[in-house]
């Protein structure tokens, strides 16, 4: 453990620099609202679009760029994507025959956007799977036939494309295509969630991983020490508390969300699903959201999120509550 702990503290040189500069602003970023965009930052989102040469055609044509855009979470973690329309009234054509360009715009974690399409398009439709929370995505356009894009390996690429009006694998046809045979868009699917038995909540089975394959921090949580491993976007129980030993063993996840940057000097937001556990039964999943900072989160964070109430009786989950033990999850650095 203590040599796991001093290869963690080398990796922390830089943040312990960042420290000193930026103790002043701790009180601000600590009241900053960190699960939704504010219009400011939609705009900086939209204006990476807004270039000189998006303009060119539209304006030599007497018209003016537009972009109209609509906010929507499209694969449930708490973070919204920006789906955004270029188009140009009375210039149509400068956007091919589907008389605009769409685009996908998803946030790095960073401060930065990906623009993830950015090509002709009328509109985006999207079909959940059930191996992966994000969808595949149907560029829609004039025609019959409309192209599906995959995620995988942390982007979207082409998976099915047309070839003579009809929808064919995109594989050996197109150039950084997804495998055709791709089961998953991550490299291991997480347990299957289902319904309890009067239909209240979610439940899933216990996940354990090999703590080994984690290059994280150690932290305390209620007397338990955990591993926050923000690059694989996991929080797992190293060392259980002798009072929970029997109901949690080593590796067992308690959180599970989207990656983040945890030597980011801006900050990150964390979103995902926590889950609480009784002995013989599916662990409990249930949405929570926080803040790490390098400035706070390398002593404290926290994760918020309505707590499932179990039964007394069985394995069923009978409500939520913000006031429960769980719906405030305390994690204190663990370093000597």
Known sequence: MRAMMKRDAANTNSIWGVLTGMAGALALLAATPAFAWTQAEIDAAIATLDTPEARLCPESNGSKLELPYEIKDINGDAIDEIIVHQQ???????FGHAGSEISLLISDGKGGWTDTFGFPGSDLAFHPRTDSD???????????????????????????????GKLVYAEGLRDNAVPSGLASGVAKPKPASHSGGNGIGTLSPVEVIDVASLDGIPYDHNGSIMIVDGAKGVIVYDHPKNSIAG????????????????????????????????????????????????????????????????????????????????????????WD
């Not at 499932?308 to 989950?317: E, H």
Request: aromatic share 12%; hydrophobic share 35%.
């Open 247 to 334: 109901t949690v063993k080593r590796g067992t996840v308690l959180f599970r969300g989207k990656p983040w940057d945890m030597n980011n000097p801006d900050g990150a937001s964390i979103d995902g699903v926590a889950h609480t556990f009784k002995k013989g039964c599916d662990a409990t999943e249930y949405p929570v959201r926080g803040r790490y900072h390098v400035m706070y989160g390398m002593s404290q964070f926290t994760l918020e999120g309505a707590a499932p109430i179990r039964s007394k009786t069985n394995c069923d989950i009978t409500g939520h509550s913000m006031t429960s033990g769980n719906a405030r999850l305390k994690f204190d650095i663990a």
């Open 134 to 164: 994000w969808p595949d995505v149907e560029i829609l356009g004039p025609g019959f036939c409309f192209p599906v894009w995959r995620y995988h390996e942390g982007s979207y690429g082409i998976w099915r494309t047309c070839e003579d």
């Open 88 to 94: 140009a009234s009375g210039a149509a054509s400068c």
